[in-house]
């Protein structure tokens, strides 16, 4: 999708996109050689001839601050494909929902790898691994997760693009919590976690505080299936939003 796009020109609306590909010039490769040939299917401006061939060098080397400044924000979903190496997926649980309430575990999920970050253990690890991506993907991340970490973590480092899954499937019309969306999608979970929600999460804290360490391996479990599922649910929004591009991933 990423090379497909022209968004990141000036000047070029969605519209004048569309138009682009409905002509044919599908890439940035196409886009070369019909602007050499002069047969693009709208004016060219010289500097598009420069930024497509500099889009081509970053995409190389991996630069994805060159697109997260040079798209919409609202398109950076479009970065996925290009760089799902390169993204983690984190979900967090807390010790409540008020201004006092504390995190008490982050989990990362990448390169299908779940690594969890516990209070007490080694949550302040965390600033020093998460820089190392290049998108950062949540569930509702802006409105919970994220202002947790900060509270924590005021100058926590992130990776240049941070993709909220739940904006994106409200562009799809599918709305609700993570886990009532994922059932209406089909994504099921293990049976032994089917049911537990963030109060559970909770319980099993003040468990593992009590010294029950048993507490604490069956909380990791439900945090490691909360970003997994937001893998399935990511994968699932990117393929929608192609597709509604006339776009198949």
């Given amino acids: 999708m990423l090379e497909a796009t022209f968004l990141h020109l000036k000047g070029i609306t969605p519209v004048l996109e569309r138009k682009l590909w409905e002509a044919g010039v599908q890439s940035w490769q196409d886009f070369l050689a019909?602007?050499?040939?002069?047969?693009?299917?709208?004016?060219?401006?010289?500097?598009?001839?420069?930024?497509?061939?500099?889009?081509?060098?970053?995409?190389?080397?991996?630069?994805?601050?060159?697109?997260?400044?040079?798209?919409?924000?609202?398109?950076h979903w479009r970065l996925y494909g290009a760089f799902r190496s390169?993204?983690?997926?984190?979900?967090?649980?807390?010790?409540?929902?008020?201004?006092?309430?504390?995190?008490?575990?982050?989990?990362l999920f990448h390169d299908d790898r779940y690594e969890a970050f516990v209070d007490g253990l080694n949550l302040t690890q965390l600033p020093t691994v998460l820089p190392s991506f290049a998108i950062l993907v949540t569930f509702n991340g802006e409105g919970f997760d994220l202002p947790f970490l900060w509270r924590v973590f005021p100058d926590l480092p992130l990776p240049p693009v941070h993709l909220d899954v739940r904006a994106l499937l409200k562009r799809l019309n599918v709305h609700g919590s993570q886990k009532a969306i994922e059932e209406?999608?089909?994504?099921?979970?293990?049976?032994?976690?089917?049911?537990?929600?963030?109060?559970?999460?909770?319980?099993?804290?003040?468990?593992?505080?009590?010294?029950?360490?048993?507490?604490?391996?069956?909380?990791?479990?439900?945090?490691?299936?909360?970003?997994?599922?937001?893998?399935?649910?990511?994968?699932?929004?990117?393929?929608?939003?192609?597709?509604?591009?006339?776009?198949?991933?």
Wanted: proline share 4%; charged share 30%; with cysteine.
């Fill in 184 to 249: 209406r999608l089909g994504f099921v979970r293990r049976e032994s976690l089917r049911g537990m929600t963030g109060a559970d999460a909770v319980i099993l804290w003040e468990a593992y505080l009590r010294g029950e360490t048993e507490a604490l391996r069956r909380l990791l479990d439900y945090n490691r299936e909360d970003v997994v599922k937001l893998r399935e649910l990511m994968e699932y929004a990117y393929r929608e939003l192609c597709r509604q591009l006339g776009w198949w991933v």
């Fill in 34 to 75: 019909r602007y050499q040939s002069g047969t693009l299917p709208i004016p060219a401006r010289p500097e598009w001839w420069h930024l497509i061939r500099q889009s081509i060098v970053q995409l190389e080397r991996g630069n994805a601050p060159f697109f997260a400044q040079l798209l919409p924000v609202s398109e």
């Fill in 86 to 107: 390169r993204t983690v997926f984190l979900d967090i649980e807390t010790t409540g929902l008020g201004e006092r309430d504390r995190v008490t575990v982050v989990g």
